[in-house]
């Protein structure tokens, strides 16, 4: 089995698909490996660390996926990027699918089977393979710092001879696990923390970090979960009253963190231009969401906006601002999903296309559209090609 990484087609982004140990554990099973030239720099692994871990270096991305029977990336790749790959290859990477049928299936038509890695079902055996889970983690930790280095004052309190510096006040809004890891990481710096989460699941969660929970709890908040421990759309009597609750307190903040996001939908505004401009000058906020068109009013993606003295951090793909530890997880949940679609015994690839993991993941097979999220209504199932034998081993490891 030959595996390709090439350089991320945006080049924006940092991170890359498979760090040197894991090349290395990878080759060790007796697949071969080839890395396109310089697509780890930017996460600090070099050309000759992927050779010393047994991989091939490829002079160009043609280079590198001419042949391969697997193609993993960190996002989508860009119209023709999967140009020399083996026909009917495997892709597995983040690939934002929601209402990008089109260009999915432009990009498959060379008959690839595509895998969408946000896809993954949280359930126990999925842990390790949950790349939402990983990179959140990173971001809301990077949150809080980005935070810090744009407050103009101590976390921490601090008594002095001088006199006494009072502790920094965060507000997290958004539970999630990139909430809980702002919460954490606020805490540890010395804040005061308190948080909002339309889950009340959450409500235990911020409590065990030390933060204050704040929020509505009345009847429909008690019902704003999903089975997959997703949070629901609330409805508009429900964000008024939150959003009165929450201005009230945001105006005694010195931190603010939103993080909320819906699978499939525009980020919720959360935050507006009137609440902004009543935190005093020189207080933060920091919108994880800002990709997705942002929780907080006036954010931009990439840029620090001041709004009355209040910045406003609006940094995308915050995860690869940590790219060397973004891409060290995210290479373990793609080899550990990767695993599953390989047979123990012959060490190649046997994917048994009714195993749960693959049916919430594919969103192609041999170049058709079968996701629900990027199927037409109106088209035909395809007919199923040849099965691969379906020894599969499910990995099973804590998260």
Excluded: C
Aim: hydrophobic share 45%; no cysteine.
């Amino acid at each position: 089995m030959r595996i390709a990484v090439a350089k991320e087609t945006d080049p924006a982004e940092t991170r890359v698909a498979l760090t040197p140990d894991v090349v290395k554990r990878l080759v060790g099973t007796g697949a071969q490996v080839t890395v396109e030239s310089g697509a780890g720099l930017a996460a600090g692994a070099t050309d000759e660390a992927y050779r010393e871990a047994g991989a091939t270096i490829a002079g160009s991305r043609g280079e590198a996926l001419s042949g391969a029977d697997v193609l993993l990336t960190v996002r989508r790749p860009a119209a023709g990027g999967l140009e020399g790959l083996k026909p009917g290859a495997l892709v597995i990477g983040v690939m934002d699918p929601y209402g990008k049928g089109a260009e999915i299936a432009e990009l498959a038509r060379n008959g690839a089977s595509i895998f969408a890695m946000e896809l993954m079902p949280r359930i126990t055996r999925a842990q390790v393979m949950d790349v939402l889970s990983s990179q959140a983690n990173l971001a809301g930790y990077r949150a809080v710092i980005d935070a810090a280095a744009e407050f103009g004052r101590a976390f921490p309190q601090m008594m002095t001879a001088a006199g006494t510096v009072p502790p920094a006040r965060a507000f997290v809004m958004g539970a999630g696990v990139a909430g809980l890891q702002a919460i954490a990481t606020a805490r540890r710096l010395g804040a005061v923390v308190s948080a909002t989460d339309v889950r009340p699941a959450a409500k235990e969660q911020v409590a065990s970090l030390g933060a204050k929970f704040v929020a509505v709890e009345d009847d429909e908040f008690k019902q704003a979960e999903t089975s997959a421990g997703y949070a629901k759309e609330m409805s508009d009597a429900y964000k008024a009253k939150q959003a009165e609750l929450v201005a009230s307190h945001i105006a005694k903040q010195d931190i603010v963190i939103t993080t909320a996001l819906i699978p499939g939908r525009p980020a919720p505004r959360l935050i507006t231009t009137a609440m902004v401009k009543s935190m005093k000058p020189g207080s933060v906020i920091v919108d994880l969401a800002v990709e997705r068109g942002g929780n907080v009013e006036g954010s931009k993606a990439d840029q620090v906006v001041e709004v009355d003295g209040v910045k406003i951090v609006g940094y995308a793909n915050v995860a690869g601002r940590l790219a060397a530890s973004s891409s060290a997880l995210y290479a373990k949940n793609l080899t550990a999903f990767l695993e599953t679609l390989v047979s123990k015994e012959t060490k190649e690839l046997a994917i048994n296309w009714d195993d749960e993991l693959v049916k919430a993941t594919a969103l192609t097979r041999d170049g058709a559209l079968i996701h629900p999220i990027v199927k037409p209504a109106d088209a035909p199932t395809p007919a199923p090609a040849a099965e691969a034998p379906s020894d599969v081993s499910p990995v099973q490891e804590a998260r």
